[in-house]
């Protein structure tokens, strides 16, 4: 009998908590989201190679995050000697990543994708979408040019969807420090610390001027910040990490909601609009819980001192003829396939 009490009695005492919970406010009566929050999760934004379900069970969380662990773990069995020189040598070992080791958990729920719409949990293309998303990758990998560099790499704004919107971890810095006043929200994002700032009921910048991270306006609706965010710039359009790869277009929409609903968690939603790149709107949720302590400047390579390593090492495999387009069809970019970290490290 006490075995069957005790868990009665524990999820009552779970559930007045939840209960008694308010939403803080702050003195203007907005609800309260300011600290630091951190998003990081082994879930990318596109469904897991061969796993068909969004929500799977708990035994399910146990073997694929076992599994994680382990294929990390091969990152840093190097063979002895010297690297091959002219070959791919890879990049951080696993002590500098900082990107999560659980599943993404939304209301408690286990996802295998940040994306929960179309069921996919695929980003839906129209061909014109495709289209753009894939000769935008193949341009940007010639980077003969400081001009041509990612733009993580030229310490401009942080890799991939980080900074967004929509706003998506990476392989670390996945912390964002919240700041309100009656009329904004600031946002700092820690990978290159870009500052995203939502002005709450105003006018849209003029069209011709496209902010790094778009242009975000905001309002309430009961507890949630709603964002909507156009005039993104063009060369934000296509955004690649190893955790996502996406396509933005010049005139898409991307609308947010914040929740906070708990002192531990606050619920980001996001939909992403655009008819001529997707066949469908696609949308998302994600998960923001507490980070301790704050968040450091992010140095990037301070003085550009990296950019001229970079380019001798791009100069050197002749990137502007027929070397380069050859060893971009032998040599698949780290943007789409990394052999411990890409979408598809579960599928047996």
């Not at 040019?145 to 929509?166: A, H, I, K, M, Y």
């Not at 949720?285 to 390579?301: D, K, M, N, V, W």
Request: glycine share 10%; aromatic share 10%; charged share 20%.
């Amino acid at each position: 009998m006490k075995t069957l009490l005790l868990p009665l009695l524990l999820m009552l005492s779970l559930a007045a908590t939840a209960q008694d919970w308010q939403t803080p406010r702050l003195p203007w009566g907005a609800p309260d989201l300011q600290g630091v929050w951190n998003t990081a999760t082994i879930t990318g934004l596109e469904r897991f190679v061969g796993i068909d379900k969004l929500v799977i069970s708990e035994e399910e969380v146990r073997q694929l995050e076992q599994q994680d662990a382990g294929l990390l773990g091969e990152i840093d069995d190097l063979p002895e000697g010297n690297l091959p020189a002219g070959e791919e040598v890879g990049g951080y070992n696993s002590f500098w990543f900082e990107r999560g080791d659980r599943l993404l958990r939304v209301r408690g729920e286990p996802r295998t994708s940040i994306i929960i719409e179309p069921e996919s949990g695929k980003v839906p293309y129209t061909i014109s979408g495709w289209t753009k998303y894939w000769w935008t990758l193949i341009k940007t990998q010639k980077r003969n040019n400081p001009e041509e560099q990612l733009l993580g790499d030229r310490c401009v704004v942080g890799f991939g969807s980080t900074g967004g919107p929509p706003m998506l971890p990476v392989l670390y810095n996945n912390n964002y420090q919240f700041v309100q006043t009656p009329g904004q929200v600031m946002i700092l994002v820690e990978m290159n610390h870009a500052v995203r700032t939502i002005r709450i009921e105003s006018e849209p910048l003029p069209e011709s001027i496209r902010p790094w991270l778009g242009d975000s306006i905001g309002h309430w609706e009961g507890d949630t910040l709603v964002v909507e965010t156009t005039q993104f710039h063009p060369q934000q359009s296509l955004r690649t990490a190893i955790k996502h790869q996406f396509y933005i277009g010049l005139n898409s929409k991307v609308t947010e909601r914040f929740t906070r609903i708990g002192e531990q968690e606050i619920v980001y939603e996001f939909t992403v609009e655009d008819d001529d790149i997707y066949r469908r709107p696609w949308r998302g949720e994600l998960t923001f819980r507490p980070s301790s302590g704050q968040i450091y400047e992010y140095a990037c390579h301070e003085g550009n001192y990296g950019m001229s390593g970079m380019l001798a090492g791009e100069r050197v495999q002749g990137v502007n003829g027929i070397r380069w387009i050859y060893g971009l069809i032998t040599n698949t970019p780290e943007e789409v396939a990394h052999k411990q970290l890409s979408n598809s490290r579960f599928n047996n």
